[in-house]
C-alpha cells in the first residue's frame, strides 16, 4: 500500500476530469484498506481511509473542501517534505476540477468549460 501513490493517481485523474476513474479508485481502495482495518491496528491504514472517505464525499457534493482539509490534516499520513505545501495543492487541484467539470458525483459535465 502507498498512500501518496493513491492522492497522485485521484490527482491526476480529476485534473484531467476523469471522475469516473477517481472514484473507482476510492471504492477499490476503500474496500481493501477496510478490510486491513479490520484485520489490524494500523494507524496509517485508518488515516488514509479516512481521507479516502473525505474526497469521495467532497465529489459528491456531501461536505466542502475545508472539510477535505481538516481530515487531511487530522489525518496526514503521506511521507512527503511540504506537508501544508502538498495538502494546498492536492486541494486546489481537487476543487478546482469539482468547480471545472461542475461535480457533484455521479452527475458531472465534462464538456462544462468548451473542453472538446
Not at 29 to 45: F, G, H, I, Q, W
Not at 68 to 77: A, H, I, L, T, W
Request: proline share 2%.
Amino acid at each position: 500500500m502507498n498512500p501518496l501513490y493513491d492522492l497522485e493517481v485521484i490527482d491526476s485523474a480529476v485534473l484531467s476530469g476523469e471522475i469516473d476513474d477517481a472514484v473507482k479508485l476510492i471504492r477499490r481502495k476503500e474496500k481493501s484498506l477496510e478490510l486491513s482495518v479490520n484485520v489490524s491496528k494500523n494507524e496509517r491504514s485508518r488515516g488514509h481511509l479516512r481521507v479516502l472517505n473525505a474526497i469521495l464525499d467532497f465529489l459528491e457534493g456531501k461536505i466542502t473542501i475545508e472539510n477535505v482539509r481538516k481530515v487531511m490534516n487530522e489525518n496526514f499520513v503521506y511521507d512527503v517534505d511540504d506537508r501544508q505545501g502538498f495538502i494546498e495543492n492536492f486541494l486546489y487541484h481537487l476543487y478546482y476540477a469539482a468547480d471545472r467539470y461542475d461535480v457533484k458525483f455521479p452527475d458531472f459535465n465534462g464538456k462544462r468549460c468548451g473542453d472538446l
